[in-house]
C-alpha cells in the first residue's frame, strides 16, 4: 500500500495489521526501537527501556526527554 504513494519500505522493518493491547505490549518489549506519535506508547517504551523516537513536535511525557 505504501508503495503506492511512492514509500519504500526497507526490508528490515516489518508492516503488520493492527494488533491488540497485550500484543502490543509484548512486541514493544522486544522492540529494539520503537517510532510513535503516540504519547502511551512512549511511555510504554520508557518502562521496557526500549529507545523510543517520538514523532511529534511535543509531547506531554516531559521527565522522558529530561531522561534522555
Same mark, same amino acid.
Given at each position: *500500500? $505504501?508503495?503506492?504513494?511512492? &514509500?519504500?519500505?526497507?526490508?528490515? &522493518? +516489518? #508492516?503488520?495489521?493492527?494488533? /491488540?493491547? $497485550?500484543? *502490543?505490549? !509484548? !512486541?514493544? +518489549?522486544?522492540?529494539? !526501537? #520503537?517510532?510513535?506519535?503516540?504519547? /502511551? %506508547? @512512549? +511511555?510504554?517504551?520508557?518502562?521496557?527501556? %526500549?529507545?523510543?523516537?517520538?514523532?511529534?513536535? @511535543?509531547?506531554?511525557? #516531559?521527565? !522522558? %526527554?529530561?531522561?534522555?
Amino acid at each position: *500500500m $505504501l508503495e503506492s504513494f511512492g &514509500i519504500a519500505i526497507p526490508d528490515n &522493518i +516489518k #508492516i503488520i495489521d493492527p494488533i /491488540g493491547y $497485550l500484543d *502490543m505490549i !509484548l !512486541l514493544e +518489549k522486544h522492540a529494539a !526501537l #520503537i517510532a510513535t506519535d503516540s504519547g /502511551g %506508547v @512512549q +511511555k510504554e517504551a520508557y518502562f521496557h527501556r %526500549v529507545p523510543c523516537i517520538t514523532m511529534r513536535d @511535543q509531547t506531554e511525557w #516531559i521527565e !522522558l %526527554v529530561e531522561q534522555g
